[in-house]
């Protein structure tokens, strides 16, 4: 533990902690759950994050935490503030279900050594008679943030309190910088406020432009008394509270399906506590639910009625296990940037080979087999869309200002009667009513039934959200922000081809000539393959038709009502052209090659939408630009099959040869980027059907 009694010291402090390391400040007298410092200190998502006497810090804002010291104290110092007592950052100490030390001190924490937690000896000591005691200091690492607040704790050494309370503990954690606080304040009607430094510092860090997360506490108490009695009511508090229940209820996301929350979060957030008091992370756990669905998928491939239905319980088992790692993950706070990757492709890498899955059991299945790869192709091109819709929608209209509809009110109204809400959720069929769905139709059905009964409910439920949404579209009177627009673009996947018609033919913002445009070319291409079958070049010169028209769409900022459905036209355009051509092609081989295809550019796809969620844009124009856009990759396709229909296996092999150089290319720029420090620690808690 490191004390300073002034700005200049605590500055000094600052300063031997490394650049890339998060600092944290606490309050001494910090007085709150240890859930409630968890929350404020280890969440590694935001620049900075506080609570009331809490403030922590990331390296990109050291720079304006520095300044704001300076500020803060040269505010303390000016005539009339207070009793002129120097106000440098007063807390940096940690503190979870005690008191602090001495009225008026405070204390700065690094945070960054992997597991490094300093304990003080003698100097801790000497800490409990004098607030202004220098103590050596300690690192606690960002690999382990739970030991962050819970060394806090420990630190704490024994029950202090002003006026003889003896009802709280001192909080003053390891690996601290103490510096001395202002004046506490009286109020109107004469009680002493405690006054924080540290909140001083997070209302200058505001000013300074830095996001301060806040987070939402509930009945968690974290506060800084200003006197042994209110000390004590604060203690009180904390102990009428229990933060672990806490803790495991915040653990599970706020709004979830029907399934996920009666029938898995009543026992998953047990097993994610379970592996957080064992050390597994939830990386870990997100890979043992993928294997977990790899063996159901090959399970699923046995086309034997036992490997059917242990298909089904592993399917089951895997859920449980993905619901978990998001639950470790909220409930110890471990977010990172690979687990961002992982949690953002899993689950459809999962899903979908489950589907390869069940189409190879079906293939091998007793009775001569049944094909059923054009049914498993087009589950996953309905499912991808559907997901499109979801993103693209979402992406226009969660900062547009004038957001609001008739429609939308009514959706409102209709949240406070319980029951529809829970009916709504179902309809759309999400993750867990769907894996659900698809484990007991394995188990006792055929994988064909299974299919027929996936595509018709995901239709049915594409259907219901898209006619919605496009109905809440037209009545609102939303502005769109450049914001939205920009990501509109970057998931549309424009390629060279729809880049040239743009700045050829550039055009004026439109209402609706972008989703017009968009519409007309899926349709021309769709309708075109479908109507002139494989090996014509009917389907070629349509497609080049859908790449002028798809330039016409995004040749302006995509602002307007409905084009949000651009990206899920594009998509739907491209899978559906390679599924339409696959499926004529009754080429041995040929539908598994366009499963393969779709899946590597749906990851691609996937990927450039986690990345606009993280904030960080989408992937590099070149890479978008070597993989040819939408539109450049439907053209090749479509010639491919004009080309090659007379080769025995020339289509299976171009398709084969096209996805795996796909699959290499996005695979590769995607784990650079994933791994790389410029990528966000993002977590999915919208609560959005997947």
Not at 3 to 16: E, K, N, R, S, W
Not at 72 to 84: L, Y
């Amino acid at each position: 533990m490191r004390t300073a009694t002034d700005a200049a010291a605590v500055t000094a402090q600052l300063a031997t902690v490394p650049a890339h390391e998060r600092v944290a400040l606490v309050d001494p007298r910090f007085v709150g759950h240890l859930h409630a410092l968890r929350l404020a200190l280890t969440d590694p998502r935001f620049p900075a994050a506080a609570v009331r006497g809490a403030l922590s810090v990331q390296p990109e804002a050291r720079t304006a935490l520095a300044r704001a010291v300076t500020a803060t104290a040269a505010t303390a110092r000016a005539p009339g503030h207070g009793s002129g007592a120097p106000a440098a950052p007063a807390p940096l100490g940690a503190a979870g279900t005690g008191t602090g030390t001495a009225p008026g001190t405070g204390a700065v924490t690094a945070v960054g050594t992997p597991g490094q937690v300093a304990r003080t000896g003698a100097t801790e000591a000497a800490a409990e008679t004098d607030p202004n005691a220098h103590a050596t200091a300690g690192a606690v690492g960002t690999a382990a943030p739970d030991r962050v607040a819970d060394a806090a704790v420990r630190a704490s050494g024994e029950a202090y309190a002003p006026g003889g309370t003896g009802s709280g503990s001192r909080t003053r954690p390891s690996g601290t910088a103490t510096a001395r606080g202002a004046a506490d304040a009286p109020t109107a009607d004469g009680v002493t406020d405690a006054h924080s430094s540290v909140d001083d510092l997070a209302a200058a860090l505001d000013a300074e432009g830095v996001t301060v997360h806040r987070p939402e506490l509930g009945v968690l108490v974290a506060d800084v008394p200003a006197d042994a009695e209110a000390r004590a009511a604060a203690c009180d508090a904390v102990a009428a509270v229990d933060d672990e229940r806490v803790r495991l209820r915040s653990a599970v996301k706020a709004r979830d399906g029907f399934f996920t929350t009666y029938c898995i979060s009543p026992y998953s957030r047990y097993i994610a506590r379970w592996c957080a008091r064992r050390g597994l992370t939830p990386n870990q756990v997100t890979t043992a639910s993928l294997l977990t669905a790899l063996i159901a998928a090959a399970c699923a491939a046995t086309g034997t009625r036992p490997g059917f239905v242990s298909a089904g319980v592993l399917l089951i088992a895997s859920f449980v296990l993905d619901c978990t790692d998001g639950q470790l993950a909220r409930y110890s706070l471990q977010y990172s940037t690979l687990g961002a990757w992982l949690d953002a492709t899993f689950d459809r890498a999962k899903e979908y080979a489950y589907y390869a899955g069940l189409a190879l059991g079906a293939a091998r299945a007793g009775g001569g087999g049944d094909d059923v790869w054009a049914l498993a192709l087009g589950a996953m091109v309905l499912q991808t869309c559907r997901h499109v819709v979801d993103f693209a929608f979402n992406e226009a209209n969660h900062d547009a200002t004038g957001n609001t509809s008739p429609t939308a009110a009514l959706s409102g109204r209709l949240d406070s009667v319980g029951w529809t809400v829970w009916v709504r959720r179902m309809i759309v069929l999400p993750i867990g009513e769907r894996w659900a769905m698809i484990a007991v139709l394995t188990a006792f059905t055929t994988p064909r039934i299974t299919f027929y009964v996936l595509l018709i409910g995901c239709a049915l439920a594409a259907c219901y959200t898209t006619a919605g949404r496009v109905l809440r579209s037209l009545t609102r009177r939303a502005k769109r922000t450049d914001r939205a627009a920009l990501a509109l673009a970057e998931l549309a996947d424009s390629g060279p081809p729809a880049e040239l018609v743009a700045k050829a033919a550039p055009r004026k913002a439109s209402s609706y000539l972008a989703p017009l445009s968009a519409a007309l070319g899926a349709a021309a291409v769709l309708a075109g393959t479908a109507a002139a079958g494989f090996g014509s070049w009917v389907p070629v010169g349509c497609a080049v038709l859908y790449a002028v028209l798809a330039g016409v769409a995004v040749a302006a900022p995509l602002k307007g009502p409905l084009d949000w459905l651009v990206p899920p036209l594009f998509r739907a355009a491209e899978y559906g052209t390679i599924l339409i051509l696959a499926a004529y092609a009754e080429v041995n081989g040929a539908l598994p090659a366009a499963f393969g295809l779709v899946a590597a550019v749906a990851y691609h796809h996937y990927d450039t939408v986690y990345r606009i969620r993280g904030g960080t844009g989408a992937p590099p124009r070149r890479l978008v630009r070597a993989i040819g856009g939408h539109e450049g990759r439907t053209v090749v396709v479509t010639a491919a099959a004009a080309l090659l229909h007379h080769q025995n296996q020339g289509f299976t092999i171009a398709l084969t040869a096209l996805a795996a150089v796909l699959a290499l290319a996005v695979l590769i720029e995607s784990i650079r980027f994933w791994v790389s420090s410029g990528a966000p620690a993002v977590h999915d808690e919208t609560g959005e059907p997947a």
